[in-house]
């Protein structure tokens, strides 16, 4: 009976809402990458968003971040992409960039 009881409440606590998406942690790779180039606008904004959605510090946040980081850290210093997995990170931190500037801009009546 406790066993039952314990897997019960083990699956709830992963199949609620709290639980962080997948999607959720691109922000983590998106954070880490722009901080790597030394992009603080974009990096912060990851960083808000990421804590917003309460994965921001969390152990698979960190990792991503922490890899992402030296991806954008070394393509800042070669400019060269060495295998696929960087290509993506690459491409969601554009995907985000892009997505930001649109707001921005479309916000502004210059």
Known sequence: MRMK???LMFFIAFSSPGVAAEEDYK?????GYFSGTNDKFLSG???????KKNIFGDPICNAAWDNAYRIGEELAKTGKIKVQAEREIIQQAAAFSTKVYDAISSRINF
């Open 27 to 31: 922000l983590c790779n998106i954070g």
């Open 45 to 51: 904004l990851a960083a808000h968003i990421a804590q």
């Open 5 to 7: 009881w314990f897997l």
